[in-house]
């Protein structure tokens, strides 16, 4: 585990999430033959906003680090079929739904139908309801479920107002409170992180599910916190939601769908941590298949960078990286937004992206010499130097009072992309680390 200090090192280190890295070493050890990590495809393509990067955290946190970055080509064209998990967060989930298709969306059924397990928080519940039956939503039935969160004429709301409605047809999803809730058990018996007490979690525009009766509830509205923003009156809101379902669990065929409202893998929140743990852990314990052919570990392919090479790229992307964040600490004091699709992004988004690799590049600097192939730390140097000039260019652009909505969406746009390909590199070295050796390609299952 990375060493990081503040809130987010406080609440990696919270005793409530303390059971699950040992909890999924015994649910693949099955107690038989050799241990078996789930294999973890966290979607990061059309329509992802940030959040998919708290789904990385999460999987560190489990010590779950058999982990791939997919876009929604990778899902359409049949590459979940090596894969266990299907995490999808939040962002714009028109641009989800059109992006992956219908082709991304039977590759979905079929996984999990096959045994896998999908779960999705905020767009990534929306996106496989069945009650948002509206193209291009229509293919992803995956849930039984629908929105309480929908009417065709909400009221005028008093703040956040760019945060508050999205078109569903002739009708409106809107959100009555942006910010932490308070969550309670549902039918789902069992679950520590509760132990007679409430699990705080983000709802940042998530669904107010609807469940259906051959659904198991994981947990239910249970409150508001004094930590949230409420585009209705805090009594309106709380009757809207409470007692209703934040988190669902639906079997479809031999696997498992979870979508929640709330962001259950915010790094902020460890007992929701927990809660979206159990969720997989409980999967990986049913038994059904989730572990089956296995590919082994071996030597990976291509040429590795000596260690000078890898030396000096490693401390040029460390050098970008830094300049980036100084940028990035500018632009978080300029009164701007921009609006991608449906989502709504500010400034501080774009450190944001650049913490997750500025954090981690220790321990990749220790092993730079060991990444397969060497290509991918050129690729990070020139894609960190790009981001920084990208940077600073927006800042130019704001600074001189510009239109700054095509460099934003360049910039955010690489970053995700980037961001990912860190990190893959970074799993890559956590995995290694585990086994001795450097994974081998993947097979389907």
Not at 414 to 426: H, I, R
Request: hydrophobic share 40%; aromatic share 10%; proline share 6%.
């Amino acid at each position: 585990m990375i060493t990081v200090r503040g809130r987010l090192g406080k609440a990696a280190r919270d005793p409530v999430l303390e059971r699950y890295p040992g909890a999924f070493l015994s649910a693949g050890s099955c107690g038989r033959g050799p241990v078996f990590y789930p294999r973890v495809a966290i979607y990061t393509g059309a329509g992802a906003s940030h959040s998919w990067i708290w789904f990385a955290d999460l999987m560190e946190r489990m010590g779950l680090y058999d982990v791939t970055f997919m876009v929604e080509s990778d899902i359409s064209s049949g590459g979940l079929d090596a894969f266990d998990f299907l995490l999808v967060g939040g962002g714009d989930t028109y641009a989800m739904a059109e992006g992956l298709g219908r082709e991304g969306a039977r590759a979905i059924l079929r996984f999990v139908g096959g045994g896998g397990l999908y779960l999705g928080s905020c767009a990534g519940a929306y996106l496989v309801l069945t009650g948002v039956d509206l193209e291009p939503f229509t293919p992803f039935n995956l849930v039984r479920g629908g929105m309480l969160n929908v009417m065709p004429d909400p009221p005028e709301p008093r703040c956040l107002e760019h945060k508050y409605l999205a078109r569903y047809g002739e009708e409106w999803v809107f959100h009555p409170v942006y910010g932490e809730v308070e969550l309670g058990p549902g039918g789902v018996g069992g679950v520590p992180c509760f132990d007679g007490a409430t699990v705080r979690a983000p709802l940042f525009g998530g669904p107010v599910i609807e469940e259906a009766s051959n659904d198991e509830v994981l947990a239910r509205f249970a409150g508001l916190s004094g930590r949230a923003a409420f585009p209705w009156p805090r009594n309106d809101a709380l009757q809207l939601v409470n007692g209703r379902a934040a988190a669902v669990v639906s079997a479809f065929g031999e696997g498992t769908a979870v979508v929640s409202g709330p962001h259950l893998e915010h790094p902020l929140f460890p007992r929701a941590n927990a809660l979206g743990a159990e969720a997989l852990l409980r999967h990986c314990s049913r038994g059904s298949g989730w572990a089956r052919e296995r590919r082994p570990i071996g030597r990976g392919g291509g040429e590795q960078v000596d260690g000078e090479e890898a030396a000096r790229l490693v401390q040029e992307i460390k050098r970008q990286v830094s300049n980036a964040r100084i940028v990035a600490f500018g632009l978080e004091k300029m009164p701007v937004t921009w609006r991608i699709g449906l989502k709504v992004w500010e400034p501080e988004k774009v450190r944001m992206f650049l913490d997750y690799a500025w954090c981690r590049l220790p321990f990749v600097a220790q092993r730079a010499a060991s990444v397969h192939p060497g290509g991918q730390l050129e690729h990070l140097a020139g894609g960190y130097r790009a981001v920084t000039d990208l940077a600073r260019s927006l800042k130019t652009r704001i600074e001189s009072g510009e239109d700054s909505q095509a460099e934003a969406e360049s910039l955010l746009g690489t970053l995700k992309e980037l961001t990912a390909a860190f990190l893959s590199v970074y799993f890559k070295l956590r995995l290694e680390e585990r086994t001795g050796l450097p994974e081998k390609p993947r097979t389907s299952r």
